[in-house]
Structures are given as C-alpha cells and as structure tokens.
C-alpha cells in the first residue's frame, strides 16, 4: 500500500534511494485466504448488495451452489448402491446356504472379485467408479474366506479370518489410495488384534461370554486394561502417519507424492480415527472410576491410560487447535474431558442433593464454556491464524 506524501529519501542521498528501491521493480503482494470474515470486510467496504454476497460465498466454497448439491446427491447415491449391492451379496450366500453347491459359491464371489478388479483397473483410479469397484472387491474377499470356512469346517478361530483378510488386501490397498480401503484394513487389524486376545490370549471364564462372542469382544476391548491400550497404540500411530504424510504431501508435493494428495486431503478418516480413540479411552476411564480402582488397589495398566489419556488431550488439543484446526475432533474431546471430569467429580463427592445441582450447573458452564471456546477457533480459522 503506498502512502503518498511519504519520503523516498530520508538521508537526502538519491543514489541510495533508487539503489534500495528500483522504479521498474514490481510491487509484493500478499495472497490471503479468503475467508467468511474478510469476504465480510471486502463487501462492506464496496457497498455490495445480498446477491453479491451470495455470489462470493459460492465462488469460494463456503455455500454449496446448485450443481454441487447435485454432485453431493449424486455421490450418496453412488456409494449408498455399492454399499447395498455388498450387502444383497452377502444376504444372498446367506440365505441361499444350504441350496447352493459349494462350487457354485465359491465360482459366484470368485466371479465378483475378478469383475470388480478388471473394472477397477480399466477405469481411472482416483474416479469413483474405480473405487467402489476396488473396494468391493476387497470386502468380497473376506466373504469368500468365510465361505470356505463354513464350507469345509475348517475349526480356524475369528481372528485368522479377519488377519488372513488383512493380508490379502494390503497390495489392493498400497495401491488403491483411498480412504475406504485404508479404514477397511485398520479395522481388520482392530479385529484381528481383539479376537486374538479374546480367543487365544485371554479366552472367555465362562459360557455367557461364549454364546455372547461378538458382544464380548467389543465389552473386553474397553473392560480389559492391557487390550484397551494395545488398540490405542495400534489407532494412534496409525493418526500420527496419517497426519505426517498429509502434512509431508501437502507441504512437499512431488511428482509421485501428487497421486496420494488427493486421498490423504480427506479429513474423515483421521476423524473416525480419533473419535474411536475417544471412545475407547473416555468408556475405559468411566468404567475404572465406576469400579473404584483407587479402592481396590490400582492397576499399573489403569494408571498408564489416564496418563496417555491426559497426553491425547493436551498433544491432540493443541495439535488440531492451532496446526490442523478441526471443530469436530475439538468438540469430541472437549465432550470426552466434561464426561470424565463429571464423573470423578461424582464419584469422589457425597451423594447428597447438593452434590447433584452442583454437578448440574457445572455441565452448564462446561458448555457454555466449551461453546465460547470453539467459536473463538472457528474465528481464529475464519481470519486465517493458525497459531
């Protein structure tokens, strides 16, 4: 910006004056996002009119316009059609189970997988289509080995289900980069990882928690210490590669690291990641302060997760407050800490009255609190600051 009436030479020497700033040099300029603040600023200061202001919230992609409203349509329906054509897939071997030839099963879901991968790699690999065709591919995979289990009985236990379907699928997706794929083998390894420990590691005391497996598994993976920590370790570093290599891509975008930029700018994988983390550690932490740990004898293993759970918090908190500024994982951790918090508090007061309109009014003001505390990121966001 250039203030007229200014001296271009305070020393009265002009030689220094063109010498430090040339008459053809071009001026600097500043690039800023733009941001619903400063979009804001920009039509007050040019008087514009609503229109105006519609048409500039759509330019920069804060307000979705006709054709992406259809486009977004467009893509539900897609992905919610691959989703049912699994399922039928799945309710079709089930319901047709003792019909079938087994070498028709085997010949149907083999028939598929090979379908789905020709599609996959005869059409463009970031499209749609080539996704949800190699991911269905992926997912029959699995069914498959569970037929030919059931088909010939092979007595395997859960966990070499889901760990020789992780394994199949790890070339598919090396290469398929995308986001399902990835989520659809960080879960296996979370199953794999709890059905081990349930089946073989640690198996069931007694035979409710054999008729009731399934529900056992997932109560054991927030009951038992040790398994609990495993699956944070297991979720966290797979949060903590996926951050650095989006920031690595996105900072250091090379030729080959190009193709993956566009699947690591999703930002619903690491958000699915850290809510189970969340969940994982905010219901172990109730059920420890339900069981009065610090009563009993405390646990080394409970005491190492209310320490790495403080360390989520602090670490993640600041991290996706000021580096990688995300509302949704910010508002599930300021839920997880008022849930805890209120928890211990209700635990270690008495059980008067009085104990209930305090914890009350305190989830009242942590609200509020919370509330103004993320207004003020999402403004810090808005205006651009990021630390």
């Keep these: 910006m250039e203030h007229s009436g200014a001296p271009s030479n305070t020393n009265g020497d002009p030689s220094r004056s063109s010498a430090s700033k040339p008459s053809g040099a071009p001026k600097p300029s500043v690039a800023l996002r733009a941001t619903p603040a400063r979009i804001a600023v920009l039509g007050k200061a040019l008087n514009w009119q609503a229109q105006d202001y519609e048409h500039a919230f759509e330019l920069t992609g804060y307000r979705p316009s006709t054709t992406q409203w259809l486009n977004g349509i467009d893509l539900f329906l897609r992905l919610l059609g691959c989703a049912l054509i699994l399922a039928g897939i799945a309710a079709f071997f089930a319901f047709n189970w003792a019909s079938m030839h087994h070498f028709a099963k085997f010949a149907v879901l083999q028939l598929v997988i090979i379908a789905s991968i020709f599609a996959s790699s005869r059409l463009p690999r970031q499209s749609l289509a080539g996704q949800c065709c190699l991911f269905s591919g992926a997912f029959c995979t699995g069914i498959l080995i569970a037929v030919f289990g059931q088909t010939y009985q092979t007595g395997a236990d ?34 794999t990882l709890i059905t081990y420990w349930t089946e073989v590691f640690r198996p069931p005391w007694d035979e409710f928690a054999r008729i009731f497996g399934p529900l056992f598994w997932l109560t054991q993976s927030i009951n038992d210490s040790e398994l609990a920590l495993l699956l944070v370790m297991l979720n966290g570093i797979a949060l903590l590669v996926w951050e650095v290599l989006a920031n ?24 699915i990641i850290v809510l189970q983390l969340l969940l994982i550690v905010t219901a172990h932490c109730e059920l420890t302060l339900i069981t009065h740990w610090w009563q009993d004898g405390s646990d080394i293993y409970d005491i190492i997760f209310f320490v790495i759970y403080g360390l989520m918090l602090g670490i ?13 994982i910010l508002s599930a951790a ?44 999402s403004k810090r966001q808005n205006l651009g600051v990021t630390g």
């Design 158 to 191: 859960h966990y070499g289900l889901f760990l020789l379907w992780a394994l199949l699928i790890t070339p598919w997706v090396w290469i398929g980069r995308q986001s399902g794929l990835w989520l659809l083998w960080l879960l296996l390894l979370n199953l």
């Design 248 to 271: 690595h891509v996105t900072g250091q975008p090379s030729l080959k690291q190009q193709h993956y930029s566009g699947a690591l700018a999703n930002r619903w994988f690491p958000r």
């Design 316 to 328: 993640g908190g600041w991290y996706y407050q000021y580096r990688q500024v995300d509302l949704l």
């Design 334 to 377: 300021a839920l997880s800490l008022m849930i805890t918090s209120n928890s211990l508090l209700a635990r270690l007061g008495s059980n008067e009255i009085e104990m209930g309109f305090f914890l009350s009014l305190l989830v009242i003001a942590e609200t509020t609190g919370a509330a103004l505390w993320l207004k003020q990121v």
